[in-house]
């Protein structure tokens, strides 16, 4: 059998007749489905791409393109510069507290009953951490307690075995003192 040099090969691409069962090349655009395990194919609608177009789009007068004889457009954001000591105007970027400001202008109530959500998410999170902090006082509190008890029965039974060992060592003097 003949076959292409090494070279040769990375120019010439796998296709699905060179290659056994299995080698599925594709063409990019993503599944709209799954195999089921009998075999068939099964479309998920939600994957399946939808275009919606606009109403009258044939009476629509502009094109999507634009022309390159139109000069660029101004932005409206600029800012004022010192350079070499004079004072230039310079356009930027819309700033993110900016977008939230206009947003806020033009989206009063969507605004106001964003700022009560934020606030009863905000009553939420403290009353869930005072709760926490709460959990965690009562717990140490009582780790405390443990570790105190625990200390004063490591005390006890070490009075008692100093008790013990004075008492032996009483009886081990009585011992020596009847035997002579």
Known sequence: MVRPTQPMM??????????????????????????????????????VRTY?????????????????????????????IERNGKLVT??????AREYLDIWA?????????FERREEKRTRFMRAKMEAYREKNEARREEQEREK?????????KLEAKKARKLE??????NQGETTP
């Open 148 to 156: 105190a008890a625990r200390r004063e029965a490591l005390k006890q």
């Open 10 to 47: 990375a120019r010439l691409r796998l296709t699905t007749k060179q290659v056994n069962g299995g080698y599925y090349k594709g063409n990019r655009t993503g599944s709209v489905g799954y195999f089921a395990k009998n075999g068939s194919y099964v479309i998920d609608w939600k994957k």
């Open 168 to 173: 032996r060592a009483r009886q081990f003097a």
């Open 52 to 80: 919606n177009v606009p109403e009258n789009l044939d009476a629509f007068k502009l094109t999507p393109f634009v022309t390159k004889l139109m000069p660029p457009t101004k932005s409206k954001y600029t800012k004022q």
């Open 105 to 113: 202008s033009d989206s009063g109530p969507e605004v106001l009953e």
């Open 90 to 95: 310079v356009e930027k970027g819309l700033q």
